[in-house]
């Protein structure tokens, strides 16, 4: 199947600094990426629906400000977690797809530790 | 606004044995249903794609049905393995708008 990057897999920042993380979609254009939290045990909450060269669309109670997406080519959109502090920390996953109603595929996840 | 359940949330079996996970939506309104694998502090490695047209998918020991009318879909697991013991996920596309997930199965097969 496709192959979906993120990077980083695991980070450690301090309160009130920024973390910048990479999704890319190494073997197809993706036309819409999507960005995911998991707290332990839970499923996905969908956060975010990125569409190339536009703005993201943000679900309900996800601070735009805060959570900055950006996706400015067909192969990358980053997710920039800005002023984190400790409840930010969790499990962030992006998806891509090369279009509308295809297979979904997802990234390995990065694991956002704020002390 | 559709809704994904999956049954049960964790299920644990012997090695070898079948099984069968069950996804249920709401609208059948669909235009594809995907199950997805998830290994604990992993991404999500996509299992089966079923588009709503179809009945079913097979990969290796997978796989998957879909009832659409009645808003089901299976993933039945031959022979299971130690190794695939993970958490199953379910998720639904509706058409204009995100996948729909279920909360998962939690499985473990003991050696």
């Known amino acids: 199947g496709a192959v979906v990057s993120q990077h980083p897999s695991r980070v450690i920042c301090k309160s009130g600094t920024s973390v910048k993380i990479e999704c890319r979609s190494l073997?197809?254009?993706?036309?819409?990426m999507f960005w995911y939290r998991q707290f332990p045990k839970k499923s996905l909450m969908l956060m975010a629906t990125?569409?190339?060269?536009?703005?993201?669309?943000?679900e309900q109670g996800v601070e735009k400000d805060k959570f900055l997406i950006n996706h400015a080519s067909l192969t990358l959109s980053t997710l920039t977690v800005t002023s984190a502090h400790p409840e930010d920390s969790s499990f962030y996953i992006c998806?891509?797809?090369?279009?509308?109603?295809?297979?979904?595929?997802f990234g390995q996840g990065t694991r956002l530790t704020v002390v | 606004k559709q809704e994904v359940t999956q049954i049960p949330a964790a299920l644990s079996v012997p090695e070898g044995e079948n099984l069968v996970l069950n996804c249920s939506f709401t609208?059948?309104?669909?235009?594809?249903l995907q199950w997805f694998r998830q290994d604990p502090g992993k991404g999500l490695t996509s299992l089966l794609l079923?588009?709503?047209?179809?009945r079913e998918q097979t990969s290796g020991r997978l796989n998957a049905s879909l009832d659409k009318s009645s808003g089901r879909s299976t993933l039945y697991i031959a022979a299971s393995q130690p190794g695939d013991s993970a958490t199953y996920l379910c998720?639904?596309?509706?058409?204009?708008?995100?996948?729909?997930f279920g909360k998962g199965t939690r499985l473990s097969v003991i050696a």
């Open positions: 998806s891509a797809r090369d279009g509308k109603n295809t297979e979904a595929f």
């Open positions: 073997d197809f254009q993706a036309t819409t």
């Open positions: 990125s569409n190339e060269g536009s703005k993201a669309t943000y």
């Open positions: 609208d059948s309104a669909i235009y594809n």
């Open positions: 079923i588009q709503s047209s179809q």
């Open positions: 998720a639904v596309d509706s058409g204009n708008t995100p996948l729909v």
